[in-house]
């Protein structure tokens, strides 16, 4: 079993998941416009070029979203994409790129459980917490 987060955007899917690849990395796997589906012709014409089903993978871990059809977008909420970087310099790279038009809720920060952790929305409307862990610690030794 795998747990995946799935995304629905208001219209700005590609953009978002164009983005994502060139911060996070990962291969973007699908990228399905309504156009290209045996569904097209029961979507209107200005939500051709709209995405059905995009996928990013983030090695073994996917990213996945699509365009909200016009009245059924809502605010992002309730949940967080949560990001482990593998190094300090990593997680303030990403921090910065994913806040880039966005608002920060928490800055990134050393914290007493972490290296680095912050909290933001981004410009697509999406919820992110950018976490770098401690490097490990040997039993018995100080912190």
């Known amino acids: 079993m795998r747990l995946n987060q799935y995304l629905f955007l208001s219209g700005r899917c590609e953009e978002a998941f164009r983005t994502y690849q060139r911060i996070l990395g990962g291969e973007i796997t699908l990228m ?29 871990r996917r ?22 970087a593998g ?10 790129a994913l806040a880039e038009g966005g608002a920060v809720t928490m800055p990134l920060q050393q914290t007493f459980w972490s290296e680095r952790f ?11 917490m950018i976490d770098c862990e401690p490097p490990a610690r040997v039993e018995g030794e100080a912190a």
């Open 32 to 60: 399905l416009k309504h156009a290209d589906t045996p569904a097209a012709s029961h979507v209107p014409p200005e939500w051709q070029d709209k995405i059905m089903h995009a996928c990013l993978d983030l090695g073994g």
């Open 63 to 84: 990213l996945m979203g699509s365009d909200a059809p016009p009245g059924r977008a809502k605010p992002l909420g309730g949940f967080c994409v949560q990001v482990a």
């Open 87 to 96: 190094s300090v310099a990593e997680a303030e790279r990403a921090f910065a």
């Open 118 to 128: 912050g909290m933001l929305v981004d410009r697509f409307g999406v919820p992110w």
